[in-house]
Every structure is written in structure tokens, then in C-alpha cells.
């Protein structure tokens, strides 16, 4: 745990404090703060778990609870505080609680097999991890407990049929992400495009997909398809981070499409909100040649536009 808290202060500017220092001036302030507006000590409750202030975590959640109501969400961020502080079996408690309640929760299902896990309960455990999965097949932290508990058995077959079974619950999409990198360990690109396409046409916020898609296809080597990606299924018109339009413009450049590499970045910062844009300049001042590139496209693009110009002054209107 480090000694020190990075936390934005109003001003919209990064900080840095001693733990102590942070838990003596800056939790009471803004807990004081945001007593009464549930979305930002919803944040700030969020915050203090990260950084392992259980106590005070403990207190912002139960004034969420009164807040918002014994909600799903609610429900399950105070037992998660319970868990991190050690309070198992109050832990145990509000999940069971919330399944009573919200019985389709695949996220309190997760979070009670760990519980269980943490008892020695691996079967109910498991059960009760799949369980949850079944209910909602897109829980990041769950899956991923799930797939490796058959990867360190090398139970791969088993996982294969596992994963189609989430595969054909409606709206699911990251277990086909899961399926498309089981493919590609076994080198099947094929099957892989399959499933990384899937999960992209199936996935509701498709920007993050995109950007996992397009980075594993990069690290893998496979630069073709990481374009094909791109091309296919990345807009610049609802982009918000440039890491996507990053993994493209690599992939161009490892093609030899320096051109085309820098007409993308240049587009895509266009678009990009102001705290983004310095990255693109960042990104082509590590590309070499980038500015004599930049420099003779926009020569060539004038050229043209004067030709373009000067046919247009010749043209006789009747």
C-alpha cells in the first residue's frame, strides 16, 4: 500500500497527500461535502475503497443505504466494504440479503463465491460463481475468475463448452472475447475474428471492445486484421479515447502506410476532447519522418488545391 493518495482536488487539478494527511483534512471535508448528494459520495465511497480507507468506506456506505435505499447496487458496495475490512460474515449476510431481493444479480452471485472461496467452500463456490455467470455472462471480475479456475487445470475443452453456454444467453459479449483468445492460443485467427467480431457487434458500449480487440490483435502480431477492425467498426465520430486510433495507426505504420497513418491521427484529434489532443502530437513526434511526412502531404494538398483553383478561374459560364 503506498504512503501516499493522488486524489483531483476542485480545481480540477492532480494532488498528492500522505495517507495521513489525506484521512485528517481531506475524508472528513469532503464526506462532510457530499453528504447529501449521492452521486459524488458515490464516487468518493468508490475512491476510498481503492485506496483502502475501510473505516471511513464504511461510513460513506452506509449513508448510501439511506440514500439511495436498499437498492441492488447499494446492497452490494456495502458488503464489498464489509469484505475488505474482514466483516465475512456481514458480508455474507447483505449479499444473501440482496439475492432475496434482486435475484437475478449475477454481481452479488460473484461476489458470495468469493466469500465462500475465502471458507474453503471451492465447490459452492464455484457453483455459485457460475451461478452468477448464467445471469449475467458480462461480469468482467466474474469470467475471469472462471476462465482461469479451468486454465490452471488445463481444462481448455471444458471451458470451450462452458463459455458457449454464456455465449448463447441474450446480449451476452465478453464471453466471446474469452472464446476469441482461447482461439488465438491455438493459433485458429479464424474462429479468433469470429468471436472478436461478435463481441464487438454485440457489446452496447463498443469503444473499450474496440480498443481491447485492436491491442490484442497488435500484441499478437496479427496488424492486418487489427486494421480490418478499424475499418469496419471504428468511427471517429463516437471515439472518446485515442488508444484505438493509437493500435490503428501503429498497424498502418508497421504496413508501411505512414501516410494514411498520420491523415488518422490528424482526423482523430480533431475529435478528441482538449485533454486528449496532446497525446496525438506526443504519439507523431515518435514517428520518424513524421514531420517532413506531414509536412510534404500539406504541400501536396495545396498544390492540388491551387490547380483545383486555377482550372475553376478558366471555366467560361454560359
Keep these: 500500500m503506498s504512503e501516499f493518495v493522488t486524489f483531483t482536488n476542485e480545481h480540477g487539478q492532480s494532488v498528492q497527500l500522505s495517507r495521513e494527511d489525506f484521512q485528517k483534512k481531506i475524508i472528513p471535508q469532503n464526506l462532510d461535502k457530499f453528504w447529501d448528494d449521492k452521486e459524488k459520495l458515490r464516487d468518493f465511497a468508490m475512491e476510498l475503497v481503492r485506496e483502502k480507507f475501510s473505516e471511513q468506506a464504511a461510513v460513506a456506505a452506509d449513508r448510501l443505504l439511506e440514500l439511495y435505499g436498499p437498492i441492488e447496487s447499494a446492497l452490494i458496495f456495502r458488503s464489498v466494504v464489509h469484505m475488505q475490512a474482514g466483516e465475512y460474515e456481514q458480508a455474507k449476510k447483505m449479499l444473501l440479503d440482496c439475492l432475496e431481493r434482486f435475484p437475478s444479480s449475477g454481481t452479488a452471485c460473484t461476489n458470495l463465491a468469493k466469500l465462500y472461496a475465502l471458507e474453503g467452500q471451492e465447490a459452492k463456490a464455484f457453483e455459485t460463481l457460475e451461478a452468477g455467470l448464467f445471469k449475467d455472462p458480462n461480469q468482467e471480475n466474474g469470467l475471469n475468475m472462471y476462465v482461469e479456475s479451468f486454465l490452471q487445470f488445463n481444462k481448455r475443452e471444458e471451458l470451450k463448452r462452458k463459455l458457449e453456454a454464456f455465449m448463447s444467453k441474450e446480449g451476452s459479449w465478453r464471453p466471446q472475447l474469452h472464446s476469441a483468445r482461447l482461439a488465438m492460443t491455438e493459433e485458429n485467427l479464424l474462429k479468433a475474428m469470429q468471436w472478436y467480431k461478435e463481441a464487438i457487434e454485440r457489446a452496447p458500449e463498443k469503444e473499450e471492445v474496440i480498443m481491447t480487440v485492436t491491442g490484442e ?55 478528441l476532447s482538449d485533454q486528449y489532443k496532446p497525446m496525438v502530437d506526443h504519439f507523431l513526434a515518435r514517428i520518424p519522418g513524421a514531420v517532413d511526412t506531414e509536412a510534404a502531404m500539406k504541400q501536396t494538398a495545396e498544390k492540388a488545391e491551387t490547380e483545383v483553383a486555377e482550372k475553376k478561374s478558366k471555366w467560361k459560364f454560359w
Design 217 to 271: 490483435l497488435g500484441q499478437a502480431g496479427y496488424v492486418y486484421q487489427l486494421i480490418q477492425i478499424c475499418e469496419q467498426y471504428w468511427s471517429l465520430d463516437s471515439i472518446t479515447y485515442p488508444f484505438t486510433g493509437f493500435n490503428y495507426a501503429n498497424a498502418l505504420l508497421t504496413t508501411d502506410q505512414k501516410e494514411k497513418a498520420i491523415t488518422i491521427l490528424r482526423q482523430m484529434q480533431e475529435h
